[in-house]
């Protein structure tokens, strides 16, 4: 049932605006600015508020006389604005329920974002409350019929047992401290509403408060429209309790139960509204739910070179803006296309949109719309950034160095631990860069599995004359304090196909494939792996008895040394030559295969053109060299080189 509701409302929905397209255009489309235009109107009810009050008077002899003169004596300002007041009080609840009612269409509601959907409905109540409050201070007959009713309908709670009504059964027992508290809560509850509003908007990331500047004095000339062609004004003259007023002028918007009270009675409207109230409370927790348990799943950024997690049923949008990407957006809604992207690698599940947003040629190209994107799988995306993704601030850390070890005359194991006492989350294959006194960088990519990285390691190269690595061999001591920034890189292992994969490394390109590989053992991956290890003599394997023991103890993994220059005290009898003709004498055709080459530039280079060919699909090939991963080509201004594994001096 809910089902068909919400495939009904998405319908509704979208041919509404894609009539509001027609006429608006786009970028002023209202129905992608709800929750921007819901707080716009919040602060001209505040700021309309808070004039009104400066000439309200607080008290029961008062009240009435002060609201008459604002709205007659000073017509020009007290009275457009008490009129904007109640205006824009109006399209403060109408903009919140289309908000819930389309959060609610689209299924978005559901999972991780019950918090906002739950707090979106305490801040309607409150705005009710605030503005059922808000009818009882003109002290008119209207007010007069609002009050009434309501502690009539309150009166019916066991709480209280009919000592409210009490209070208005005659004139006189109406007093000013009764009247003040009434200011007071129309004061206090708003009050209450920005603080769940703030509250409520911290949970949506990059949430926008505003809407475009153009909508804005829009709807600042619609309210004073309406208050100089329809002026709000006092209804049936002042509150007198001997008598009942014959009739009033309702507000739906806010007053609609009001009726009720008083062709049903109190109790059977508190039935209604605390059980419609549970019922959007429940809402994201009540079938149909989703098929299965969806899993989290990574998404690779280009030209970000940033890999981030997707929480289950969230949008790539939300998942790059939540954690601290830059991707383009607008509406957030299937409506505009700025967030148009390619999708490089993996599947998603495109949320219903508006045709003219992504065409089917477009998406036939590979094109899909993130904020309306849910991955199937582990996805790899590349969009047009607004600003240079270089210029973006990248977390930095500070951490101890706890172990050095010399596992070759040339190269260093070095592991670190954050200062802060937490381990570091990261993808396996990502690097880091370590900064230097001057800021200068040097990557280094993650040598340990995810799951087992209490201390960071890093496998550092010496390259003659070099600054970093050089100071790693000769003055570096357990203790010193490094500063690095990351994680960094989108080169990490596909989950989405059972296609054997072959692992190239060149010398501390065996960094990465650790990582990986590590991390393949730990997580069951029972897909056949091969990894050929170039180096230049058996010395360089400086971690060769920890693979020969992978294969030993992993029925679905192979090693395979290559040597390019063996010493004759090697006694070298494995395979000799370049690491990627080696693997072309195993495997010449290669189109059933997915390779990760992990090592120098020019090894990637003259290994890569060989693979396509040999039958390589180019969504097949990976490299932390330099942008190969992209499944689809990038430009050459984009195309950027990141030496990694221990590569930079």
Known sequence: MLNLLQTFAQKVFLAIEKIFNYFFGVQLNPFYYLGALT??????????????????????????????????????VGGVLRSVHRYASDGLILGMVLHLLRHFSFDRHRGFRWFSWVSGVMLLWLAYASGVNGYMLPWDRLSQFVVTATTEWFDVLPVIGGSMTRNFISNANVSDRLFSLLSFLHIGIPLVLMAVLWIHTQRTPSAKTNPPRPMMIGIVLTLIALAIIKPAVSQGGQADMATLPAFVNFDWFYLPVYPLIEHWGPLKTWLLTLGATLLLLALPWLPPRRRGSQPEWSMAVHPDERIVDVRSGETLLDAGLRQGLQLPFECRNGGCGVCKATLLHGQVRLEPYQESALTPAERAAGKTLLCCAVPLSDVEIEYVPVIDPKALPIKRYSA?????????????????RLEDGTALHFHA???????????????????????????????????????????????????????????????????????PIIFVAGSTGFAPVKSMLEHAFHSGMNRPMILYWGVRSRRDLYLGDLAEQWAREHANFTFVPVLSAPLPEDHWTGRTGLVHEAILADFPDLSKHQVYACGSVQMVEAAQPAFVKHGISTDDCFSDAFNLTPHKPLDGSRADMVKLGGMNV
Do not use: C
């Open 39 to 76: 707080y716009f109107l919040l602060w001209i009810v505040i700021a309309t508020g808070l004039y009104l009050y400066a000439f309200f008077e607080t008290g029961v002899a008062g009240a009435f006389s002060s609201v008459e003169a604002l709205t007659y004596g000073q017509w020009y």
């Open 400 to 416: 101890r160095v706890t172990r050095l070890d010399l596992l070759t005359q040339d190269v260093m194991r070095l592991s670190m």
């Open 429 to 499: 294959g990502q690097y880091i860069n370590i900064l230097l006194d001057d800021g200068a960088r040097r990557s280094f990519s993650f040598a340990a599995a995810p799951h087992a990285a209490e201390e960071i390691e890093l496998h550092v190269r010496l390259v003659p004359g070099g600054r970093f690595t050089t100071e790693v061999f000769t003055h570096m001591k357990l203790g010193d304090t490094l500063q690095f920034e990351g994680p960094l890189g989108a080169f990490t292992l596909r989950h989405d196909t059972d296609k």
